[in-house]
Structures are given as structure tokens and as C-alpha cells.
């Protein structure tokens, strides 16, 4: 089994920033893609970025694009999600999730638990 754990949600003001971790455990290969996805109550559940294997053709939402950055971790088998300039509009649940392949285009087999993020003065 692969298991993917997320951390580093929280509640935060408006224009504040917070880093989201997601460890990769169990079959998890190194090549495999990494994404980030969200949710809002009422709301479908939404891209938000993902890491291809070596980084390359990244993929941000329009909604996030100049705010949040993602970022792999090899070694620790860790991606990041820094997320900056936060908008109360970006509260969700995050999840990370993984395909069995390298690409981003690939169906998402494997899903965290998720991570709480609130952005609310």
C-alpha cells in the first residue's frame, strides 16, 4: 500500500502564509507525481497544483498561480504547498494524492486524509 499523510494546516489571517506537508510512505515511489487538491463545503473538490517526477510542466490553478508554490522533497519523499498571500477563499480541506505514474495527466489513485486550512480575520 502507499500511504500519504498531509500536515501543516491551520487557521490564518488573511494575507498570511502557510506550508503544507505531504509525506509519501509504503509503495510510494519516487517518480510518481504529486498533487494537491481542495475542497470547500458546497464546493467540488479542485486542483489546486502538482509536481510531475523532476518538477518539469508544474501545474497551478489560475486561482493560486503567483501565491502558492510546490515543491518535492526527494530524500524525504515530502511535497510542499507554500502557500502565500492567503485568501479567504482558499479555505478548504487540502488533500495531497499520487498517481502510479510520473504524470500529473495520470488518474489520482492514492489520497491523504486531508488538512484543514482556515483563512478568517
Known amino acids: 500500500q502507499l500511504q500519504l499523510a498531509e500536515s501543516g494546516g491551520g487557521l490564518v489571517r488573511p494575507g498570511g502564509s502557510l506550508r503544507l506537508s505531504c509525506a509519501a510512505s509504503?509503495?510510494?515511489?519516487?517518480?510518481?507525481?504529486i498533487g494537491w487538491f481542495r475542497q470547500a463545503p458546497g464546493k467540488e473538490r479542485e486542483e489546486v497544483s502538482c509536481?510531475?517526477?523532476?518538477?518539469?510542466?508544474?501545474f497551478y490553478a489560475d486561482s493560486v498561480k503567483g501565491r502558492f508554490t510546490i515543491s518535492r522533497d526527494e530524500a524525504k519523499k515530502t511535497v510542499y504547498l507554500q502557500m502565500n498571500s492567503l485568501k479567504p477563499e482558499d479555505t478548504a480541506v487540502y488533500y495531497c494524492?499520487?498517481?502510479?505514474?510520473?504524470?500529473?495527466?495520470?488518474?489520482?489513485?492514492?489520497w491523504g486524509q486531508g488538512t484543514q486550512v482556515t483563512v478568517s480575520s
Open positions: 509536481a510531475p517526477y523532476l518538477n518539469n510542466a508544474t
Open positions: 509504503g509503495l510510494f515511489r519516487n517518480y510518481y507525481a
Open positions: 494524492a499520487a498517481p502510479k505514474s510520473s504524470w500529473c495527466t495520470s488518474p489520482f489513485e492514492y
